[in-house]
């Protein structure tokens, strides 16, 4: 059984930086793709940005791409977003996910987090 939980969301100004983290629980970490979506409310959940198992494809939406860094270290089970330059409008809810394949519909994604609030003011 596989799960996630979200660290490392707050409160931040325009232009300040967070650093979520996902701690995975389970078994063969490395052989998960990881991913990071987001919902702000009122709005369906949208993809951020996913890592391979090996860390060797990286995808990004457009509107994050130049702020935010994805990484995983599978030596401690744990995926990130390094957030930089954060706007009022990255304010959402964001989600860990895992699986094979990290698809760009949330409905493809097996396992989720229960997400943290990340919310920048102007």
């Known amino acids: 059984q596989v799960e996630l939980v979200e660290s490392g969301g707050g409160l931040v100004q325009a232009g300040g930086s967070l650093r979520l983290s996902c701690a995975f629980s389970g078994r063969f970490f490395s052989s998960y793709a990881m991913g990071w979506f987001r919902q702000a409310p009122g709005k369906d959940r949208e993809f951020v940005s996913a890592i391979s198992r090996s860390s060797t494809n990286i995808r990004y939406t457009d509107s994050v791409k130049g702020r935010f860094t994805i990484s995983r270290d599978n030596a401690k089970n744990t995926a990130y977003l390094q957030m930089n330059s954060l706007k009022p409008e990255d304010t959402a809810v964001y989600y860990c996910?895992?699986?094979?394949?990290?698809?760009?519909?949330?409905?493809?994604?097996?396992?989720w987090g229960r997400g943290t609030q990340v919310t920048v003011s102007s």
């Open positions: 996910t895992a699986g094979g394949v990290i698809m760009s519909e949330p409905r493809h994604n097996a396992y």
